[in-house]
């Protein structure tokens, strides 16, 4: 699956970019939330998914890049998130969290920064429901446009071989300077989901952009 990031988009007219997101024939739009304490950095609230939920019949991908995220888990699902991923690094407790967004109806993800160790996230593995997903940044969260980190291939498969030895049905996700070369390699370690940003929608043709990353591996 193939997921728009639209943290580096044309922010004048959104409606436009979702339009451009769908037609690339991305999966769905990746919504980057974050509060300027987590991360340095202050993106997306609530007001601007509400006015993307109403616009796009997209499903829509929202990461919190947050202190707080199970504050906002509520909030988040209510104004359209389908799929909702928060930082294992952050000050919520992550077991209470995954708990809040299940019962909310949608999608958990687990985001690992680079330098968080995957035995992070061993003790919520017995939590992941169907169609959960960790994700697991390729980049240091917080700014987009950056370069894909190499050193995070091992992890990407460390956790795949993980998920299979449990015979867990989840997915892995990956996010930060994704294009065809590095999605391809993290589609080889064990990744489902990639988030491109500016490869999709800074491309002159951005279906051509979206299926370079759906390519069936080598």
């Known amino acids: 699956m193939v997921l728009a990031s639209i943290l580096n988009s044309n922010l004048l007219n959104l ?28 993106s997306f609230g609530l007001p601007v998914l509400s006015a993307l939920r109403l616009y796009t019949k997209q499903p829509i991908d929202v990461h ?24 294992i690094e952050s000050d919520s407790d992550p077991a209470e ?12 993800g687990i985001a690992i ?17 169907k169609d ?5 940044m390729t980049v240091y969260p917080g700014l987009g446009g950056q370069k894909f980190m ?14 299979r030895r449990e015979n867990l049905p989840v997915h892995i996700e990956v996010d930060g300077g994704i294009n065809a070369e590095t999605g391809m390699l993290c ?6 989901y990639l988030v491109a940003g500016s490869y999709v929608l800074g491309a002159e043709d951005p279906a051509a952009a979206v299926q370079s990353l759906k390519q069936p591996c080598g």
Not at 15 to 30: E, I, N, R
Not at 69 to 84: K, M, N, Q, S, Y
Not at 97 to 108: E, V
Not at 121 to 128: C, D, H, K
């Open 150 to 163: 190499p050193q995070t291939l091992p992890k990407i498969q460390t956790l795949s071989e993980m998920l």
């Open 132 to 136: 959960d997903f960790f994700l697991i």
């Open 187 to 192: 589609r080889q370690a064990g990744a489902d």
């Open 64 to 87: 919190l890049m947050i202190s707080d995220p199970l504050r906002f888990v509520e909030r988040f699902a209510e104004a359209g998130a389908d799929l909702l991923s928060f930082h």
């Open 113 to 129: 920064s680079p330098d968080t160790p995957i035995s992070a996230v061993a003790p919520y593995l017995s939590q992941m429901q």
């Open 15 to 42: 409606s436009q970019v979702a339009d451009t997101v769908a037609a690339s024939g991305a999966d769905a739009l990746h919504y980057d939330v974050m509060d300027g304490r987590f991360v340095d950095n202050i």
């Open 97 to 108: 969290t995954l708990r809040c967004i299940h019962g909310c109806g949608i999608a958990a």
